[in-house]
Every structure is written in structure tokens, then in C-alpha cells.
């Protein structure tokens, strides 16, 4: 009887040291969980930006005013007949 209380108690030493120590232990497990949160949070920001550029292109691809919009913004696109006016806020 009391062999066999050793030897369970042993079992139970072992298999704690695994747990805790060895190859894929809790430590291990905590970390993986948090840096899958951390990549599904920046999977979601990816995401949105994705969509953002889609709405973008199809802006771009179906209407004239957004082209003229970005040209404006980016290339700085002044009609004729129009006064170009730039404000400069002092620092």
C-alpha cells in the first residue's frame, strides 16, 4: 500500500513538473493566448483600413468628383478662372 502511495505521488511530481515546466507549459500557453489577441486586434485594424481603401477605390473608379477631390488634395489642381489662396497659420 505504501508503494503504491509513492509511486501515485511520483506520477503526481511528474506530471506537475511538465505542466509547469516542460515542452508547452502554462507560461507558454499565456503568452500564445495573449500575442493571438494582439494579432486579431491588428488584423481588425488592417480590416478596417482594408475597407477604407476599397470605398476609396470604388470612389475613385465610378465618379469624377472624387477624382477631382484627390487631384485637388495631392496634386494641388486649380481651375482655370478659380484664385488659389493658401493660409498660413503662424507657430
Same mark, same amino acid.
Given at each position: 500500500?505504501?508503494?503504491?502511495?509513492?509511486?501515485?505521488?511520483?506520477?503526481?511530481?511528474?506530471?506537475?513538473?511538465?505542466?509547469?515546466?516542460?515542452?508547452?507549459?502554462?507560461?507558454?500557453?499565456?503568452?500564445?493566448?495573449?500575442?493571438?489577441?494582439?494579432?486579431?486586434?491588428?488584423? /481588425?485594424?488592417?480590416?478596417?483600413?482594408?475597407?477604407?481603401?476599397?470605398?476609396?477605390?470604388?470612389?475613385?473608379?465610378?465618379?469624377?468628383?472624387?477624382?477631382?477631390?484627390?487631384? /485637388?488634395?495631392?496634386?494641388?489642381?486649380?481651375?482655370?478662372?478659380?484664385?488659389?489662396?493658401?493660409?498660413?497659420?503662424?507657430?
Amino acid at each position: 500500500m505504501r508503494i503504491i502511495v509513492i509511486v501515485l505521488i511520483a506520477l503526481l511530481v511528474a506530471l506537475q513538473y511538465k505542466l509547469w515546466f516542460g515542452e508547452g507549459n502554462v507560461r507558454e500557453v499565456w503568452q500564445l493566448k495573449e500575442q493571438v489577441q494582439q494579432q486579431m486586434q491588428a488584423n /481588425r485594424a488592417l480590416e478596417d483600413y482594408n475597407v477604407t481603401l476599397e470605398a476609396e477605390i470604388d470612389d475613385l473608379k465610378k465618379g469624377h468628383t472624387a477624382i477631382e477631390e484627390h487631384a /485637388r488634395s495631392q496634386l494641388g489642381l486649380v481651375k482655370p478662372d478659380e484664385t488659389f489662396y493658401q493660409v498660413v497659420h503662424p507657430e
